[in-house]
């Protein structure tokens, strides 16, 4: 089923989200994927993250098999539902991964992308 517009009368478009949402999103879910290419190959894997100073830091247990982005154009996708609003919504950072001293690998956002659409259950709930 899709969701409604607001006036119940037409589907509701994707909303498209700020930057500052897009980056408020990513902080507060903290995990998601990354996706790279890899010998010539699209590579995409699970990832938790914190976002410190304005880029992407991944954690520890990650780092191993992020290796092979380093220096690399990279995507950071991560998608959730909002109880509250009840919007679901995606958001997607891309930028370069780089080494940061200590061995820590972090993405630095040039792009962010991001939309929210109602679910349509529950935007086609009468009122």
Same mark, same amino acid.
């Given at each position: 089923?899709?969701?409604l517009?607001?006036?119940?009368?037409?589907?509701? /478009?994707?909303?498209?989200?700020?930057?500052?949402?897009?980056?408020?999103?990513?902080?507060?879910? &903290?995990? #998601?994927?990354?996706?790279?290419?890899?010998? #010539?190959?699209?590579?995409? %894997?699970?990832?938790?993250f914190?976002?410190?100073?304005?880029?992407?830091q991944? $954690?520890?247990?990650?780092? $191993?098999?992020? $290796?092979?982005?380093?220096?690399?154009v990279a995507? %950071?996708?991560?998608?959730g539902?909002?109880?509250?609003? &009840? /919007?679901?919504?995606?958001?997607?950072?891309?930028?370069?991964?780089?080494?940061?001293?200590? &061995?820590?690998? /972090?993405? /630095?956002?040039?792009?962010?992308?991001?939309?929210?659409?109602?679910?349509?259950?529950?935007?086609? $709930?009468?009122?």
């Amino acid at each position: 089923m899709c969701p409604l517009a607001p006036d119940g009368l037409a589907p509701a /478009e994707p909303r498209a989200l700020s930057r500052s949402e897009c980056l408020a999103l990513l902080r507060a879910q &903290g995990n #998601g994927r990354i996706a790279y290419t890899s010998e #010539g190959v699209l590579t995409v %894997v699970p990832a938790t993250f914190e976002l410190t100073r304005g880029k992407i830091q991944f $954690r520890a247990r990650n780092l $191993r098999r992020l $290796r092979e982005a380093l220096g690399q154009v990279a995507t %950071v996708q991560s998608d959730g539902f909002d109880q509250h609003s &009840g /919007e679901h919504w995606s958001v997607c950072a891309t930028g370069f991964v780089v080494s940061e001293g200590f &061995g820590d690998l /972090e993405l /630095e956002p040039e792009l962010f992308q991001g939309f929210a659409d109602l679910d349509g259950e529950e935007a086609a $709930r009468p009122s």
